[in-house]
């Protein structure tokens, strides 16, 4: 069975600050991981995704996460956080085979304060 | 340019009523899917539609029913809407039925049953 918990359901930042959004995973296989932006009445934007590859996966808009297996985690990070980022984030695991095991988490809204 | 596009965005009922959400793609996907979000849920999936001509039920799928009219368009009805339905629905497509394949999501209509 899969499983993905986000800990902190509010993040808030300052401007300019490094963002950490964290997610872990449970798998009984090697997952593939995903995390997704959704701003404000808009649909789901895939950020990233790690699919076996390379373990550190880079973004769009400046986000990367990395996949650490001994940890069983995939936290989202960025530099420097912009107005532009409070959204919204899901981190999603999938399943190897049939998409309806796909899991997403409860989410991360993440506020930055200017 | 415009991906997937859902109607209507938004829709208050009455319990008992019945309504269809329409969802169109773009892309030339083969895969559709159904989701429904609550607050502090993620998302869960309704039904999903593997490839035209096919349909198959998700983790929530009671109380409604889909169509795969053709390639581009899967809709949503729900013949009976109760307040438990209250809700804000996402259609999404993917490229192909794998783990591997991100989603590409509407911008949702927000379903009100009173």
């Known amino acids: 069975a899969q499983s993905v918990t986000q800990l902190d359901s509010h993040v808030s930042v300052s401007e300019g600050t490094p963002v950490l959004l964290r997610c872990n995973y449970s798998?009984?296989?090697?997952?593939?991981l995903f995390w997704y932006v959704q701003h404000p009445n808009k649909g789901l934007q895939l950020l990233l995704k790690?699919?076996?590859?390379?373990?550190l996966v880079k973004g769009i808009n400046g986000f990367e996460a990395e996949f650490k297996k001994s940890e069983t985690s995939f936290h989202l990070t960025k530099p420097s956080a912009h107005m532009s980022d409070a959204a919204e984030y899901f981190c999603v695991v999938s399943g190897k085979t049939s998409y309806d095991k796909v899991i997403f988490g409860p989410g991360t809204s993440l506020s930055v304060i200017p | 340019n415009a991906g997937v596009t859902q109607t209507p965005k938004f829709q208050v009922l009455k319990t008992g009523q019945s309504m269809t959400l329409q969802c169109a793609q773009d892309m030339n996907h083969n895969s559709m899917y159904w989701y429904r979000q609550d607050p502090g849920m993620g998302l869960r999936l309704i039904y999903y539609?593997?490839?035209?001509?096919?349909?198959d039920k998700g983790e929530v799928p009671n109380g409604y029913n889909v169509s795969r009219l053709n390639k581009r368009e899967f809709s949503l009805r729900l013949e009976s809407a109760a307040p438990s339905q209250t809700s804000v629905y996402f259609c999404?497509?993917?490229?192909?039925?794998?783990?591997?394949?991100?989603?590409?999501f509407g911008n949702g209509t927000r379903l009100t049953v009173t």
């Open positions: 790690y699919t076996s590859a390379a373990t």
């Open positions: 539609s593997a490839s035209e001509g096919t349909t």
């Open positions: 798998s009984s296989y090697s997952p593939s």
């Open positions: 999404a497509s993917s490229n192909q039925l794998s783990y591997n394949s991100p989603l590409h």
